[in-house]
């Protein structure tokens, strides 16, 4: 079935491809966010484990899907052959702290707002959060699909859509964790389901946007993956890791953040 896909994919315009690869990332969102239906409410050990699962994925692709790649294509020796992922990675980093900055939200387990002051409600806030640490996981995916359209022999469509699927793996407890608190909040099911889905929105736009600017700018691929990783991380150390530490749960998001990791190195090393 794998073969299949990755048949189809290099059948069509990588441009397109990103956005399938992206849909399929915000369709797993949707389907973790529909859990509001079935369930009242979320064991927080199971909470924290999954968001350390989550850390563990983002971290991994970071790595072995986004800065090797950019290190491997770079041309020249020494420290000249790492300044485009070194920039890139610092580029992307400050990209997401700036948002940070500037963007309301809430993250999911603190009461505090960051960003700057607005009238907008939690829920409105906490789903924003999530949208947040979106961007730069569509971005991934769509830079990937980008380097394929221009020809760079070290960007493959296996490996694309292997790290379509390890981001979509990690989207299902993210659509939990955005529905879930906000069916907690007293907001319907139904809505809380539509907050949830929506927070993933963003991958296919980023996804198509990060594919059209590698393809018409081929230089930037290296930075461009660099700058996705650098962004990942800066959500997983920012966000994602403090989140699992507020309750006694730790070493369930350690486990949780290793299995993460071995699922995605695992995937990228054998598929992509």
Request: proline share 5%; hydrophobic share 55%.
């Amino acid at each position: 079935m794998f073969q299949d896909v990755l048949t189809y994919l290099e059948s069509i315009d990588p441009i397109l491809a990103a956005f399938y690869a992206t849909m399929f990332t915000w369709f797993v969102t949707a389907l973790g966010a529909s859990f509001v239906f079935f369930f009242k409410g979320m064991n927080r050990t199971f909470f924290d484990g999954m968001l350390g699962f989550t850390g563990g994925v983002m971290v991994a692709a970071s790595f072995w899907s986004l800065l090797a790649p950019s290190i491997e294509m770079s041309e020249g020796e020494g420290f000249i052959k790492v300044i485009p992922a070194a920039l890139g990675f610092a580029l992307g980093a400050l990209f997401i702290f700036m948002l940070d900055k500037t963007l309301p939200h809430l993250h999911i387990n603190f009461k505090e707002t960051e960003g700057i002051k607005s009238p907008w409600q939690r829920t409105t806030l906490l789903t924003l959060a999530i949208t947040l640490h979106n961007i730069p996981e569509g971005l991934a995916v769509g830079v990937l699909f980008g380097g394929v359209a221009a020809g760079i022999p070290e960007a493959s469509i296996a490996g694309a859509v292997t790290l379509a699927i390890g981001i979509g793996i990690q989207n299902f407890p993210e659509g939990i964790a955005v529905s879930m608190p906000l069916r907690r909040m007293g907001m319907s099911r139904r809505k809380s389901f539509m907050y949830g889905q929506a927070s993933a929105i963003v991958e296919p736009i980023a996804g198509v946007l990060g594919a059209v600017a590698v393809t018409f700018f081929t230089p930037v691929l290296p930075y461009a993956l660099a700058f996705a990783a650098g962004a990942m991380i800066y959500v997983v150390v920012e966000e994602v890791i403090p989140e699992t530490q507020l309750e006694k749960n730790t070493d369930i998001a350690t486990l949780g953040f290793i299995g993460g990791f071995i699922v995605m190195m695992t995937l990228d090393v054998a598929l992509g």
